[in-house]
């Protein structure tokens, strides 16, 4: 039983520290009671970022930090050279979709564009059209949109068009007709393509189901919930869409409040919708449909949460599906969706000893998947005669995935991607491998990456575990100890920090810094197992694996305390808020994006349901403690020697309220005697660093990389003297 004691003690007014010239904010502590135990929340009043104390400080805070960033001599260096990156590519592309009959649909900026318009080919090989310039939606609002997600349906002849505006990432959808570019009268709301669920058309080419949310402000009651999986028809309007999935449609069905009733449907040859009730956990119940009788709503049981199913894939009658059921590297099976048997399956491809599988997809020629070894040597194979077989690409790549058109057709489109490569991609087909990337140039071009070192390590953890660390960095950097280091992770959700080409690392390591990514616990580098390991109460292994490849970093004289950085953001906000509290002494300086900082509260949060389904619930006691571990806001000790800290923060962000950010700021630059600064931006022009325009973006990196130089002791990067 969780009881609030509404216990307000107002213990002082808004002042200014003359000795450090801090200004902190007013602490009001209110006391709340869980399973016996008294938490004090001195900032409890900054959730309402509102009132005008709290703004008045935000806006501070910013000036305040803005204007010390802005005073820092290379800082438009580092923006400078992001354009000159960006123009040595000519193009970006991104979104990339490929319809069945080989259409090319992608969204391209331009060097001297701030955002990304929509592009169109017959084929590869065919000249490109412009389809659509987001600067014309909405025009006379004057508010700049960008398109955060596109579905083409099935032959290419209409395509579903998302825009967002401010990095809100709640969107409205347009559907504009290819061949004569006219838009559809209807403008879709309340919708969330880039996150939940996406577009999927039904075979006729004319409907489609997307996921319609009730409340799309994250500050309203019913935010996330009870949302409906609906089918649109382009011959009716929006508002008559037809509900195919949800808790108030399907009451037969177990869905919770917070679940998102998600629809996928891969091919238009497919037989069967499958129904995922998903949000929060990596494996969930599913349910199937067949396609014939999408009018009957009569969803059939396929599999529960129990059978760990990861991925899957559709083939006639048969799902194919990946998982972690007595595999925890993973296995790939196949079961009847008529008559499902998930307790004896057929074993397709077994599990490996010393791989993960992390993707799969099926042709008319076969399966195929991949295998990656600790996060970061991913290989490609197919199965002859029940025996996995490699397959040799042009280069070796640290990250692979691949993409079928269909189980009917022969294409496997293969994406692969390394720390020092830039990502390419190729089609493989009766045997052969041919690039199809649409990329302008090579896009290390600028970096001499003929000179970068990658070191892919094991670091032994404080429970004797090994943790793969890879470490980058220019030829000839001296091991010395005086070297700035920048160590970044994330470590929830089973989420991989794979091998890509990254902008922000080649910029640390030009400016002669060694860049570090530990692949801690709670990620999905080795497999199912590595996440449960950090994972509700094992959590605490994610951030003392960090702490423990720092540890290996200075003991090996890559660094030493005084010059190493940590980053992260979002749950990687868990980690580096934990790692920062629990041992200041190991760090110079600390940046934490749009971080989740305040665990126990933000479980209150609308999303709050879903992350405890990762984290923990407060309502029971063991996952109570197992939360208040995990939250960096309540372990900020006073007069501690802290070290340097830039948290930002969006006010648009649907993900983690801008609060946490606040109130940890609040918090630590209260607490901190260690003399250095800590600060605080907060933007409301964007949200969680999604769906940003490209000056937001370069100015983003310029910001934390400047910081990081400046807390390291880069002669180059410290303040001009006034």
């Known amino acids: 039983m969780i009881k609030k004691l509404s216990i307000v003690l107002f213990l002082s007014i808004l002042f200014i520290t003359c000795q450090n010239k801090k200004k902190l904010l007013s602490s009001n502590i209110v006391i709340d009671q869980y399973h016996g135990v008294n938490i004090e929340d001195p900032y409890r009043h900054v959730e309402d970022l509102t009132t005008p104390e709290i703004k008045n400080w935000i806006d501070e805070q910013n000036v305040k930090s803005t204007n010390s960033l802005h005073n820092i001599k290379k800082r438009q260096y580092l923006i ?138 994250p500050k309203l009651e019913g935010f996330l919930k009870n949302t409906t999986s609906v089918v649109y028809s ?33 091919n238009s040859k497919n037989e069967f919708l499958i129904g995922k009730v998903s949000g929060g956990l990596s494996y969930y119940d599913a349910y199937s449909l067949p396609i014939d ?69 099926s042709t008319n020629e076969g399966i195929y998947f991949v295998t990656t070894k600790n996060g970061v040597e991913a290989s490609l194979y197919t199965l002859e005669k029940s025996m996995p077989i490699k397959i040799e690409l042009p280069a070796s790549f640290g990250n692979i995935t691949i993409k079928a058109k269909g189980c009917e057709y022969e294409e496997l489109w293969i994406m692969a991607s390394g720390w020092t490569t830039k990502k390419v991609r190729y089609e493989y087909k009766k045997g052969q491998i041919i690039k199809k990337s649409l990329d302008s140039a090579d896009n290390t071009k600028g970096f001499n990456v003929e000179d970068i070192i990658v070191e892919e390590i094991e670091v032994k953890a404080h429970d004797g575990e090994k943790i793969p660390l890879s470490v980058i960095y220019k030829k000839g950097t001296e091991r010395n100890g005086k070297t700035p280091l920048m ?38 580098e080795k497999g199912d197992a590595w996440h ?22 200075i003991e090996k004289k890559y660094t030493d305390p005084k010059q190493l950085a940590v980053w992260s953001g979002s749950a990687g906000g ?41 984290f923990g619930s407060i309502k029971d006691s063991l996952e109570f403690r197992g939360l208040l571990e995990m939250d960096a806001y309540h372990h900020i000790k006073e007069k501690e020697n802290y070290p340097a800290t830039l948290l930002t923060a969006g006010l648009n962000d649907p993900r983690v309220p801008a609060w946490n950010s606040v109130k940890f700021g609040a918090r630590i630059l209260a607490a901190n005697t260690s003399g250095k600064p800590n600060f605080l931006l907060v933007d409301s022009e964007t949200g969680h660093a999604r769906d940003d325009t490209k000056l937001k973006e370069f100015e983003r990196y310029a910001n934390i990389l400047a910081f990081a130089l400046w807390q390291t002791g880069h002669p180059e990067y410290q303040p001009k003297q006034n």
């Open 532 to 553: 449960k390991g950090g994972y509700k109460a094992s959590k605490p292994n994610t951030w003392k694996d960090f702490i423990s490849c720092a540890e290996y970093l």
């Open 80 to 217: 400078d050279k992001q354009f000159e990156y960006d123009k040595n590519k000519s193009y970006v592309i991104s979104k990339l979709k490929v319809t069945e009959n080989n259409k090319y649909f992608y969204l391209k900026r331009l060097p001297n564009e701030n955002i990304s318009r929509l592009y169109f080919r017959d084929s590869f090989e065919d000249e490109e059209h412009m389809l659509y310039n987001p600067k014309t939606f909405r025009e006379e609002s004057k508010v700049e949109h960008t398109i955060n997600y596109i579905q083409p349906n099935w032959d290419g002849s209409k395509i579903v068009i998302s825009l967002t505006s401010k990095g809100k990432e709640i969107s409205e959808m347009i559907i504009l007709d290819v061949s004569s570019k006219e838009i559809h009268p209807d403008i879709i709301s309340n919708a969330w393509p880039s996150s939940t669920g996406g577009v999927v058309w039904l075979p006729n080419n004319s409907e489609f189901i997307y996921l319609h949310h009730d409340v799309v402000d």
């Open 487 to 524: 160590m970044d992770s994330y470590g929830s959700f089973g989420l991989s920090m794979t091998p890509s080409f990254s902008l922000r690392r080649f910029l640390w390591i030009q400016e002669g810094g060694v860049y570090a990514i530990a692949h801690v616990r709670g990620g999905g």
């Open 293 to 361: 009788q999408i009018s009957t709503n009569n969803w059939a049981p396929l599999f529960k949460k129990s059978d760990e199913v990861k991925s899957f894939i559709v083939k006639g009658d048969s799902l194919i599906y990946k998982t972690a059921k007595g595999a925890p590297n993973f296995k790939i099976c196949s079961t009847s969706i008529k008559d499902p048997d998930f307790e004896n399956p057929k074993v397709i491809v077994e599990e490996f000893n010393d791989r993960v599988i992390t993707d799969f997809d």
């Open 234 to 266: 382009l011959q009716n309007s929006a508002n008559e869409s037809k509900a195919i999935f949800s808790k108030k449609n399907n009451s037969n069905i177990e869905i919770n409040e917070e679940d998102h009733p998600i629809v996928t449907f891969s």
């Open 574 to 614: 868990i980690l580096i808020g934990r790692a920062i509290t629990d041992r200041p002494d190991l760090f110079s300086a600390a940046i934490i994006e749009f971080g989740t900082l305040n665990l126990i509260r933000s479980i209150d949060d609308a999303n709050g349901a879903n992350i405890a389904k990762e």
